[in-house]
T-cell receptor, first 115, second 119 residues
Framework: AQKVTQAQTEISVVEKEDVTLDCVYETRDTTYYLFWYKQPPSGELVFLIRRNSFDEQNEISGRYSWNFQKSTSSFNFTITASQVVDSAVYFCALSENSGYSTLTFGKGTMLLVSP | DAGVIQSPRHEVTEMGQEVTLRCKPISGHDYLFWYRQTMMRGLELLIYFNNNVPIDDSGMPEDRFSAKMPNASFSTLKIQPSEPRDSAVYFC?????????????????FGAGTRLSVL
């Protein structure tokens, strides 16, 4: 069975600080997909990134970067120079390759960025 | 392009009443998902459809919940009778399932959600 653990329930930082959100996953599939979604205070779920299990290259998009390490089953998300607009709940999710396109979500990490 | 559209955005009803939540997926997407989000249980998959056919409804909490997808552009989630413990945010999402070239799992795009309060 697949499982996603986001051990950090809530993180508070001051603007311009860097912050890393942790995600650890469990799966028996050798091919799988990892995702991050953002849920701002307005409530919608916004897709941020998808990563395939066979591509361990780190990804950078502006102030966002993702570190995927199969050896530790982790897919961590770093925000550099955080801003107040980054305040949201961030969800990590896993989809195994076998079967249909279901997602298993972690419990989410609430990030509070204060000015 | 329009994203996934859900209605209503907010619903307040009294215990025992019937509630119907609506979803219009992204045009061309062949998978549709219904999720429920609560503080206690997080995001849970309730049911999903492929090409309008229900594939897995094992997440539907009980017989009071039902979902339909009469055509590729519309789905409903109905609760009858509603109970206070059904209060939650209900999300609809759609996707293409798999990329036709790489066969990679595709991205699920979510609607804005319906916040349901059952008094």
């Amino acid at each position: 069975a697949q499982k996603v653990t986001q051990a950090q329930t809530e993180i508070s930082v001051v603007e311009k600080e860097d912050v890393t959100l942790d995600c650890v996953y469990e799966t028996r599939d050798t091919t799988y997909y990892l995702f991050w979604y953002k849920q701002p205070p307005s409530g919608e779920l916004v897709f941020l990134i998808r990563r395939n299990s066979f591509d361990e290259q780190n990804e950078i998009s502006g102030r966002y970067s993702w570190n995927f390490q199969k050896s530790t089953s982790s897919f961590n998300f770093t925000i550099t120079a955080s801003q107040v607009v980054d305040s949201a709940v961030y969800f990590c999710a896993l989809s195994e390759n076998s079967g249909y396109s279901t997602l298993t979500f972690g419990k989410g990490t609430m990030l509070l960025v204060s000015p | 392009d329009a994203g996934v559209i859900q209605s209503p955005r907010h619903e307040v009803t009294e215990m025992g009443q019937e509630v119907t939540l609506r979803c219009k997926p992204i045009s061309g997407h062949d998978y549709l998902f219904w999720y429920r989000q609560t503080m206690m249980r997080g995001l849970e998959l309730l049911i999903y459809f492929n090409n309008n056919v229900p594939i897995d409804d094992s997440g539907m909490p009980e017989d009071r919940f039902s979902a339909k997808m009469p055509n590729a552009s519309f789905s409903t989630l109905k609760i009858q009778p509603s109970e206070p413990r059904d209060s939650a945010v209900y999300f609809c999402a759609s996707s293409l399932g798999r990329d036709r070239v790489s066969f990679a799992k595709n991205i699920q795009y979510f609607g804005a959600g319906t916040r349901l309060s059952v008094l």
